[in-house]
């Protein structure tokens, strides 16, 4: 199997870092080299940079709140296959993910063994 880079934005506060911390784990066992970035206009500049076979966002981090940040995602998943995660579910949020052509949409909290299977999958399509 072919390394795949994968970029995980994220908000890692210690609330959520088991589920992130397991989630970076289980990537690295499935061959994938995987970069995090605790701000969001960082790994989106690292993501755009190229060398990116797949885009994890956790839109609950503060610096991707913003409709710009949001325009920059959809520019980017034009090129990238990006899968997003919240906290919530929001109808509107995951509409606007389907139009832009987002791979995916979880909630958290997510199962990690069902995510990792899930990515997995999406980077032997790639």
């Known amino acids: 199997m072919t390394t795949r880079r994968v970029v995980l934005i994220a908000d890692t506060g210690a ?3 088991g589920s992130m911390g ?7 066992e499935a061959g994938a ?6 701000d969001g206009t960082a790994g989106l500049q690292s993501a755009v940079r190229g060398g990116t076979d797949l885009l994890i966002i956790d839109l609950d981090t503060p610096s991707l709140g913003g409709v710009e940040a ?6 980017i998943a034009s ?5 997003l995660l919240a906290a919530e579910e929001s109808r509107a949020r995951r509409m606007w993910a389907v139009g832009e052509g987002v791979m995916g949409y979880v909630t958290k909290p997510f199962d990690g063994k069902v995510l990792v ?3 997995a ?3 032997r399509e790639i």
């Open 33 to 38: 080299m995987t970069e995090l970035f605790t």
């Open 79 to 83: 090129r990238i296959p990006v899968l």
């Open 15 to 17: 609330e959520d870092f």
């Open 70 to 75: 949001m325009l920059e995602i959809g520019r």
């Open 22 to 28: 397991m989630l970076l784990g289980s990537l690295s």
């Open 121 to 123: 999958k999406a980077l």
């Open 117 to 119: 299977r899930f990515i």
